[in-house]
C-alpha cells in the first residue's frame, strides 16, 4: 500500500465523488477497483482476484472463493486538467447472498459504476444492483469489461443493457479491437482514438480515428448527439441547425442528462489488461455527481407526493415529525448516517458512516436520533479495505468510520443533539435459509452467543435465535452461501466449531377467509382473579401488508388503557403460528367488543387473553402455510436447456422465460425454496458444469395442501 494520504488536498466538496463499483458476481468489479487504486498510485502493484492478492478482498474467505462478501472502503485522488479530484470509493459484492452489502452501500453513494462481463452483458444480478441503485437515485454509468476475452462482444452487450436495463444508455467509448486484438478506444466526445502501447496501461497515444473506423464512429457519435439534445436544449439547437457540437458542449449535456438519470453512459475497456481505467476515471470526475448534484427524495406524508430535493438532504424532525432538510455543506449542524457496522479485532466496534452536513471531532459526543441516545466518539478512522488511518475531523460528504460506538444500528442517524433530525434509515430483505447449529463443546455455548450477537450487529439479513420449544440455535440468512460463510467465520475467527443441521426453510404463516371468535380469560381462586373478555374479527391482508391492528371498541365495553396490552398480546401471539410455530403475516386484527371486571381486569389480563385469542381466532379462518418463492436464472449452452428445465419442472418450477445470451441461453424461472437446496451442484452435474446458475427471494405464495401437511409433520418431529 502507498504511504500515508493527506486527506485534506482537496476541501472543496464539488470535487469529491462518492462512488461505488456494482455489478454482477464475477464481472470484475474487483479487479477494476484494483486497477483503480494502482492508476491513482493508492497501491504501487496490481493484485489479481484469481492469485487470491486483491487488496479490497481481504478476508481470508474472499481471497480463497475469489469472490466479494462483504464492501470494502477506500479513498484515492486522481488528476483532470490540473484538477485534484478526491474518490471515496466502496466495491462491492455481486453474489445475490450479499445483496445487502450492496443495499447499504448505495444508500449512501452519489454514483455509481455498474460493470458487466463483456461476453455475458446483462446478467441477473446486474439487474438487481441496477434497480437498487434506481431506489436510491444514484446516477450510474455502465463500463463494458472484459472485452480481451475471447466471445467478448461489445455491441452485443450494450444491446443487451438497452433491452434489460434502461434505453437511455448510450456509448461515450468504442473499443478498437476485440478479444486478443483490443488495443485501444475511440472517445466519442472528444472524437479522437486512444491507442495502448504497452499492456501496463501508462502509455497511451491520443491520435486521429483511423479511417476504416471513422464512418462507425461518426454514426455512434451522433447517437450521442441526439441523446445529449434531448436534455440540453442549446444542444438541440445547433444539432437541428447542422451546426458543430464542440467537445466541452457536449460533455456538458452529457453531465446534466447523467445526474438527472436521463443519460447512461457505457465505456468500454478491459481491468485486467488495464485498458480503458484511465478514461474510466476520467469520465467518473466529469460526469458522476459530486455530494451536491445528487438528488435526494422523501414522500410528503399527507399528500404521498414525492419532492425532490438537490444540495440539500431531506429528514424527519423527531420532535414534531415535519419535514426538514439540511444543506450539504461543513457550516450546518452535524448529520450523518450509520450504514453499516463491523466489529474489527484490532480496535472493537467500528460504525460505517457518510457525514451529509456539519464537521465531526473525535472526543465529542452525537445524538443518535432514531434510538435517542447519545454516543461518544472516540476515534475516527479512514478505512483503506481492513487498513486503518487515523484523523481528526470529518466533514459533509466524507465517508469514515468511528471506534466505540455501543448502541448505534445499521440505518441509524447521528447528528447534532440540539438540532436534531432523523434521515431516511435502509431497509433489508428477511433472511429466508435457516440452519440449526449447536457448538461441538458445551465450553463453547456462551463464546458462541457472543460471536453470534456480533455477527447480528454487523449484518441485517443475519438472524441468530434460540428455539424456545428445543434450545436450538437456529441462524438464518439469505442463502446457502451466505450461512457457510457466517459459520466459516465463528470458526476461523472465533474458534468456535459448530455442528450444522439440514438447511430449513423459513416459512410463514397466515389466514385465507376472514372469521370471527370471542375469547373468554376467566379465573378465580382465592385471592385476585382474572377477567379479560376480547371479540375479534381476523381478515386476510394482501401479501406483504404485514400486521394491522384496528381499535373498533365502541362505548368502553373495554376501557382504553387496556387496548395498546391487547395489541402487544397479539404481537407476541403472531411470532408463532398455530399451524406450526411459524410467524404470521398479512392479518388484519379488529377488536370489536368485549367487556371487563372492575377488580380482576388489568393489562396483563388482557395481554394474555389477547394472545390466546388471536391464536384461536385463526384456526377459524383457514389458516394455511406460505413459502418463498426464489427467482431463479440459469445460463446454460443451447444442448442443456431441455435438462434444465426439466430439472425446474421436478422442482415444482415455472419457467418464466427463456432469453438468447450470445451462445448460451438464459432461463428464468421461479421455484420454491424448499426445493433447490443443494440445486447449484445438481445442475453442475447435470450440464457438466457448464451452467451458471443464480438465485434469489421473489415473494411468498401459499404452499399446496398435500405438502403443507408433510412440512408440518416433519416439523413437529
Not at 377477567?531 to 391492528?549: M, N, S
Request: charged share 25%; proline share 4%; glycine share 8%.
Amino acid at each position: 500500500m502507498a504511504g500515508v494520504i493527506d486527506y485534506s488536498k482537496v476541501k472543496d466538496t464539488h470535487f469529491y465523488r462518492n462512488i461505488g463499483i456494482i455489478a454482477h458476481v464475477d464481472a470484475g468489479k474487483t479487479t477494476t477497483t484494483e486497477r483503480i487504486l494502482f492508476f491513482t498510485g493508492r497501491k504501487h502493484k496490481t493484485g489479481e482476484v484469481h492469485e487470491g492478492a486483491a487488496e479490497m478482498d481481504f478476508m481470508d474467505q474472499e481471497r480463497e472463493r475469489g469472490i466479494t462478501i462483504q464492501s470494502a472502503a477506500t479513498t484515492a485522488f486522481w488528476e483532470l486538467h490540473g484538477q485534484t479530484y478526491r474518490f471515496n470509493i466502496i466495491d462491492t459484492p455481486g453474489h445475490v447472498d450479499f445483496t445487502a452489502e450492496v443495499e447499504r452501500s448505495l444508500r449512501v453513494l452519489d454514483g455509481a459504476v455498474v460493470v458487466f462481463d463483456g461476453k455475458m452483458g446483462v446478467e441477473p444480478q446486474s439487474s438487481k444492483v441496477w434497480f437498487q441503485a434506481e431506489k436510491y437515485r444514484v446516477p450510474r454509468m455502465c463500463y463494458i469489461n472484459k472485452l480481451d476475452n475471447i466471445g467478448a462482444d461489445f455491441y452485443k452487450s450494450y444491446d443487451s443493457i438497452n433491452e434489460h436495463l434502461t434505453d437511455k444508455a448510450v456509448p461515450i467509448s468504442l473499443p478498437i479491437g476485440i478479444e486478443s486484438d483490443f488495443h485501444g478506444l475511440i472517445d466519442l466526445v472528444q472524437f479522437k482514438a486512444l491507442i495502448h502501447k504497452d499492456d501496463e496501461g501508462k502509455v497511451i497515444d491520443v491520435v486521429d480515428i483511423p479511417e476504416e473506423l471513422k464512418e462507425n464512429a461518426t454514426t455512434w457519435r451522433n447517437k450521442l448527439i441526439e441523446a445529449a439534445a434531448d436534455v440540453d436544449d442549446a444542444v438541440a439547437e445547433k444539432y437541428l441547425d447542422g451546426q458543430e457540437i464542440s467537445a466541452s458542449e457536449l460533455e456538458a449535456a452529457i453531465r446534466a442528462g447523467v445526474l438527472s438519470s436521463k443519460i447512461f453512459p457505457v465505456m468500454a475497456g478491459s481491468s485486467l489488461r488495464n485498458k480503458g481505467v484511465q478514461a474510466m476515471l476520467d469520465n467518473v470526475c466529469r460526469y458522476l455527481p459530486s455530494p451536491h448534484d445528487k438528488y435526494f427524495a422523501k414522500e410528503d406524508p399527507e399528500t404521498h407526493e414525492e419532492k425532490v430535493y438537490k444540495d440539500q438532504i431531506p429528514g424527519t424532525d423527531p420532535n414534531t415529525g415535519e419535514t426538514i432538510t439540511r444543506q450539504l455543506n461543513d457550516t450546518e449542524p452535524f448529520a450523518g448516517l450509520v450504514f453499516k457496522l463491523a466489529v474489527d479485532p484490532h480496535v472493537g466496534n467500528l460504525a460505517f458512516f457518510r457525514v451529509y452536513s456539519g464537521k465531526l471531532q473525535s472526543g465529542t459526543y452525537v445524538y443518535n436520533s432514531t434510538s435517542g441516545g447519545k454516543e461518544r466518539v472516540g476515534r475516527i478512522l479512514m478505512m483503506h479495505a481492513n487498513h486503518r488511518e487515523e484523523v481528526k475531523e470529518v466533514r459533509a460528504g466524507d465517508i469514515a468510520a468511528i471506534v466505540g460506538f455501543k448502541d448505534t444500528k445499521t440505518g441509524n442517524t447521528i447528528c447534532d443533539e440540539n438540532k436534531p433530525i432523523v434521515l431516511e434509515g435502509i431497509n433489508f430483505a428477511e433472511p429466508v435459509v435457516r440452519f440449526a447449529i449447536e457448538p461441538k463443546t458445551k465450553s463453547d455455548q456462551e463464546k458462541l452467543s457472543e460471536a453470534l450477537a456480533k455477527l447480528v450487529s454487523e449484518d441485517p439479513t443475519f438472524k441468530a435465535e434460540t428455539d424456545s420449544e428445543t434450545g436450538q440455535v437456529i441462524i438464518a440468512g439469505m442463502g446457502e452461501l451466505h450461512l457457510d460463510i457466517k459459520v466459516d467465520i465463528l470458526k476461523r475467527e472465533y474458534g468456535i466449531e459448530v455442528n450444522v443441521g439440514k438447511p430449513q426453510v423459513a416459512y410463514r404463516e397466515t389466514i385465507t377467509a376472514s372469521g370471527e371468535h370471542r375469547e373468554l380469560l376467566k379465573k378465580q381462586s382465592g385471592g385476585a382473579g382474572q377477567y379479560a373478555d376480547i371479540a375479534f374479527v381476523l381478515k386476510p391482508l394482501e401479501r406483504g401488508e404485514g400486521y394491522k391492528f384496528v381499535d373498533s371498541i365502541k362505548g368502553g365495553s373495554i376501557p382504553r388503557e387496556y387496548i395498546p396490552a391487547i395489541d402487544k398480546g397479539i404481537q407476541e401471539s403472531i411470532t408463532a403460528g398455530p399451524l406450526g410455530g411459524y410467524p404470521v403475516v398479512d392479518v388484519q386484527a379488529e377488536i370489536v367488543d368485549g367487556s371487563y371486571h372492575e377488580v380482576d381486569s388489568n393489562t396483563d389480563t388482557f395481554r394474555t387473553c389477547a394472545y390466546y385469542g388471536f391464536k384461536n381466532a385463526m384456526k377459524a379462518c383457514n389458516p394455511v402455510l406460505l413459502e418463498p418463492i426464489m427467482t431463479v436464472t440459469i445460463n446454460a449452452p443451447e444442448e442443456y436447456v431441455g435438462a434444465c428445465t426439466g430439472y425446474l419442472s421436478s422442482k415444482r418450477g415455472i419457467v418464466k422465460n427463456l432469453l438468447q445470451r450470445g451462445k448460451t441461453k438464459e432461463i428464468i424461472a421461479e421455484a420454491p425454496l424448499s426445493e433447490l437446496f443443494g440445486y447449484v451442484s445438481d445442475l453442475r452435474n447435470l450440464t457438466s458444469g457448464t451452467a451458471a446458475p443464480n438465485m434469489e427471494p421473489s415473494h411468498y405464495a401459499e404452499v399446496p395442501k398435500n405438502i403443507m401437511e408433510k412440512v408440518l409433520v416433519d416439523s413437529a418431529k
